[in-house]
């Protein structure tokens, strides 16, 4: 791939800042009216990023564009709100998962010969996300989303379409219509537990922090996938490498700028719940220390769990939050009602 767009990448440039806690990331490699954005958030916590399609991504030409995503879901097409297709000047506005990077494609709009499908995620690639206009209504298939969220799902249409009747996966939607924008709010079934998922923890009157949280069955269904995947024989020694044996439920307590002699204790469900030092080095040393984590693989699925945590030594803003660790994204074509 680098060799056959070297010419984009020749124009690489950095944008949005530099690296670091609390921000994202990235780079732009376009070439007059098409590229390609790179964007990273190193953080475990979702952040947004913002950029324009200008010249300060290195834009000088065209006026209509499409917004493709090549990974992490490859073949999504990223909308516009309420109008589908992007214009020179306009601002990107994501939201990125933490510990997560994302490409991105812009190309210009070419003449459409058939309904396009926004902001869906394909989970069967035999079976993309499809819209076919019968008369006057509109049919969306393959439509996927994480569970437990609401996404936007778009239909840009050819030759001023106009549309009295949408139905996503057979089930009728409402929409709204605007010039050959058609847009759908769907709901996807289940509970949500994204990539770096966070428990939301909140002071308590006795100086602790509390907070609740409930993992879905499916979550330990991927894990225990991945194991099957990778049957690697780890030892002992691999077992204190966070970033090891990923068929592992981590809890990463992350701390900034931290201390590794911090007394950071836990409990789970009112039992005392062991934490280990997590260092960015592959050694114990105090200079990489991040944080403190906890193994909860045994943990039961689909029930709620409370967490409390005691961080006596901490100054305000030092806790960046508390993540799991090891789980990727799931979709599902199933809408809830």
């Known amino acids: 791939w680098t060799a056959q767009h070297k010419e984009y990448l020749r124009q690489t440039r950095t944008i ?15 070439l007059g009216d098409r590229g390609y954005v790179f964007l990273f958030n190193p953080n475990y916590k979702q952040l947004p990023a913002e950029f324009s399609l200008d010249g300060s991504i290195g834009l000088t030409q065209g006026d209509k564009f499409l917004l493709k995503e090549l990974y992490p879901q490859t073949g999504r097409i990223l909308a516009k709100p309420h109008a589908g297709t992007w214009r020179r000047s306009d601002m990107v506005q994501l939201q990125l998962d933490g510990t997560s990077a994302t490409v991105l494609e812009l190309v210009p709009l070419a003449e459409l010969e058939k309904p396009v499908v926004m902001n869906a995620v394909t989970v069967n690639f035999a079976a993309s996300p499809i819209a076919e206009m019968h008369g ?32 996503v996966n057979g089930v009728k939607q409402d929409f709204t219509q605007k010039d050959d924008y058609v847009e759908v709010p769907v709901r996807f079934k289940g509970e949500r537990f994204a990539q770096a998922q966070e428990i939301s923890v909140a002071p308590a009157a006795d100086g602790s922090l509390k907070g609740s949280f409930l993992v879905p069955q499916r979550i330990f269904d991927q894990l225990a996938k991945r194991k099957l995947s990778w049957p690697i024989p780890w030892t002992a020694e691999d077992y204190q490498s966070t970033w090891l044996a990923p068929e592992r439920l981590l809890l990463f307590v992350q701390m900034a700028d931290a201390k590794d002699t911090m007394a950071v204790t836990a ?14 080095s592959s050694r114990v040393d105090p200079p990489c220390f991040v944080g403190f984590y906890a193994d909860l693989s ?40």
């Open 136 to 167: 006057t209504s509109l049919s969306i298939q393959h439509v996927a989303g994480e569970p437990g969220t609401i996404d936007e799902i778009g239909v840009l249409l050819p030759n001023h379409s106009q549309t009295s009747a949408v139905t």
């Open 267 to 280: 409990l789970l469900d009112g039992q005392p719940l062991p934490l280990t030092r997590a260092y960015s």
């Open 298 to 337: 045994r943990i039961t699925p689909g029930t709620q769990h409370t967490i409390e945590l005691r961080i006596p030594q901490a100054s305000p803003g030092q806790l960046q939050g508390v993540f799991f660790d090891n789980v990727l994204p799931q979709f599902t074509e199933s809408l809830a009602f």
């Open 16 to 30: 949005l800042g530099q690296p670091a806690l609390g921000r994202v990331d990235g780079t732009a490699a376009i």
